[in-house]
């Protein structure tokens, strides 16, 4: 017996068929956003903590969060999810401690103020 062409699509909400590969694309495409929207909310926290860390706006935080990822090779979302878990373990990456030690509590201690650049200027 041949098989039908129905056999791989699936009925939907409204009791049409839809192809198979169209549903696997569309859940693909649903647990992607549901990733994003998850790690956004991640990067955020992130952002909260650097602000706490040191004497930074919410822009130059993110800035901060990106850079720190650039230099360490850590995603960018599993950076925040260590930056989140910070103040409960006490425990970061070697080299994440120093690049944070090095573009946050230096310069916080120094009185500077990164700029948009990255680049640290004094406050007035």
Do not use: W
């Not at 040191?54 to 260590?82: F, I, K, Q, W």
């Not at 910070?86 to 310069?107: N, T």
């Amino acid at each position: 017996m041949q098989p039908d062409a129905h056999d791989a699509e699936s009925p939907s909400a409204d009791g049409t068929d839809v192809p198979e590969p169209l549903v696997a694309r569309m859940e693909a495409e649903v647990e992607q956003l549901r990733h994003s929207v998850s790690s956004h909310a991640g990067i955020d926290q992130a952002v909260g903590v650097l602000l706490t860390m040191g004497r930074m706006t919410p822009d130059e935080a993110l800035d901060t969060l990106r850079e720190v990822s650039s230099r360490t090779g850590t995603p960018v979302d599993r950076l925040a999810e260590l930056l989140v878990d910070y103040p409960r373990s006490g425990s970061l990456p070697a080299a994440v401690r120093r690049e944070l030690e090095r573009q946050v509590v230096r310069p916080r201690a120094d009185g500077e103020h990164r700029d948009g650049d990255g680049q640290g200027r004094d406050r007035p």
